[in-house]
């Protein structure tokens, strides 16, 4: 690089040091002055990501079913088994057990029910039909009352080919997660519908809040607590995929609701903080912006100093990943060699730069390869691949050329060939090591041949496609003879001896 264009990179990178400085310091002074509500902002934030997190497990939790569904039906198709079938019952009652269900049934489309265990249930009470022709996806919700007498139970019911599953959950065990690890201060936690109708509380260690029973509705709650305008923000957010919080007041008590989907049936996970912790947690947060953005301006400054030389080796290290990047582009990820396109610019840069120095090229097809993929299957067709690969690598100087061109073609280009002795030497190398090549394992071996094709550069083609046009004649001449063999495209001249 020239001197000038020296100066004019640490030019840019120093006017771009200032430029980014002076930006950081607008940013940090702007946040000073409207700290609290970058402060409210963070809280909300905090929030948010917990409910979405705890609101992710329990998701997670509730869609077992699916998931578990799906094994019992592989089980029905892979082992034959009917839906009473005590194979089918084990897979089942192993499943109630560690996937942490209270239990589960089999029922078919005539009213028939067993349990886990395989023992008769009557299940007539339930408030939804298990009709196989009404639904093909899996359905979440609640009962008023199971088989056992149980209140407010939740199940997924999952259908199969002749009937359906039905999970049985306890949501309070499920639940436990956000009375272990949320806000000590939380004074509701419910899932509701998107309409706002409640589904379930949520117990909580804090005060029962007995506004929110099943039946209730969460919307209109929090707009009657509310101004109109920010409640229309929070109704605009409320279905984002991030969810939404809003300071709101209602009964006297002004508390933060922060809403999370939930992911499952179009439900919503709503958790209720009270204000005073909210405003105690923002003031707290506010003191330590302060404080930060005190020693980022310290930091930033001597930051500064560090930017030129950090773009300095920023650039170096990206042209080395570019030139990674380049020859990860050129490998055939099979065998670890140049690839078809690398192959022949390899080759084509040599010719063109080396017009008077002789190379020999040699293409060679593995001889019934497609009859081994037949056979023996794809994997083992791709082991030898790469087996030959990798050995027929090790056979060259690291200088020549050697790439994979296609399915079961390879292509070896020797670079500086001086003689005629030595261009017949090496074709006698590569006809031994398809003699003596194997692949497999202890258990399996092949012996792979090959038929191979080779032309002199520069007296059988100048250039890369001339070149290749005599190889690929002589190889052709190779399989009419019947493979396993190599020939030169000018045989007057060599392979006498071979």
């Not at 390899?346 to 090229?361: A, F, P, W």
């Not at 550069?457 to 004649?473: H, I, N, R, T």
């Amino acid at each position: 690089m020239s001197e000038t264009k020296k100066k004019s990179s640490w030019l840019f990178w120093i006017v771009v040091a200032i430029s980014f400085l002076a930006l950081i310091y607008y940013l940090l002074i702007s946040l000073l002055s409207d700290g609290h509500d970058q402060a409210e902002n963070i809280i909300y934030e905090r929030l948010l990501n917990y409910t979405s997190v705890w609101g992710e497990e329990l998701a997670s939790e509730l869609t077992m079913s699916e998931r578990c569904g799906g094994i019992i039906s592989t089980v029905m198709e892979n082992e034959g088994a009917g839906l009473f079938d005590e194979r089918l019952i084990r897979h089942v009652d192993d499943l109630a057990q560690h996937a942490y269900f209270d239990r589960i049934y089999i029922c078919d489309n005539d009213g028939k029910v067993v349990d886990n265990k395989g023992e008769k249930r009557d299940i007539s009470s339930f408030s939804f039909s298990l009709n196989g022709s009404e639904s093909t996806e899996v359905r979440y919700l609640f009962l008023d009352k199971d088989d056992l007498g149980n209140e407010k139970v939740f199940v997924a019911t999952y259908p199969l080919t002749e009937g359906y599953l039905i999970f049985f959950y306890d949501l309070d065990e499920v639940s436990k997660q956000l009375v272990e690890s949320g806000y000590e201060n939380v004074s509701f936690a419910i899932l509701f519908k998107k309409d706002g109708t409640v589904l379930r509380t949520v117990p909580t260690f804090a005060d029962k809040d007995s506004k929110f029973v099943t039946g209730s509705n969460l919307l209109s709650a929090v707009q009657s607590g509310t101004t109109r305008e920010k409640y229309n923000i929070f109704k605009s957010k409320l279905y984002s995929i991030t969810g939404c919080a809003i300071a709101t007041s209602y009964d006297g008590d002004e508390r933060t609701v922060v809403v999370s989907p939930l992911n499952v049936s179009d439900w919503y996970i709503a958790m209720g903080i009270r204000q005073y912790q909210i405003d105690y947690l923002v003031k707290t947060e506010f003191a330590s912006v302060r404080s930060t953005v005190v020693k980022l301006m310290i930091v930033l400054s001597i930051f500064t100093v560090f930017i030129i030389g950090t773009s300095i080796v920023n650039t170096a290290k990206s042209k080395e990943k570019g030139r990674i990047l380049e020859d990860k582009a050129d490998m055939d990820q099979l065998t670890g060699l140049t690839n078809k396109v690398a192959t022949e610019r390899m080759i084509t840069e040599y010719m063109e730069n080396n017009k008077t120095e002789r190379g020999v090229l040699f293409i060679l097809d593995i001889d019934n390869f497609k009859k081994v993929n037949d056979t023996m299957g794809h994997a083992f067709g791709d082991t030898l691949l790469k087996t030959l690969g990798k050995e027929i690598r090790s056979e060259f100087r690291v200088t020549d050329i050697v790439g994979r061109t296609g399915g079961d073609e390879f292509m070896i280009f020797l670079k500086n060939i001086t003689d005629d002795l030595i261009v017949e030497r090496e074709a006698n190398r590569i006809n031994r090591f398809f003699h003596e090549f194997k692949a497999g394992d202890d258990y399996v071996k092949y012996s792979a041949t090959a038929s191979i094709g080779v032309a002199i550069f520069p007296e059988d083609g100048a250039s890369f496609k001339d070149l290749y046009v005599s190889a690929d004649q002589a190889l052709y001449r190779a399989k009419k003879r019947g493979k396993n063999q190599l020939v030169f495209f000018n045989e007057d001249r060599y392979g006498k001896q071979l």
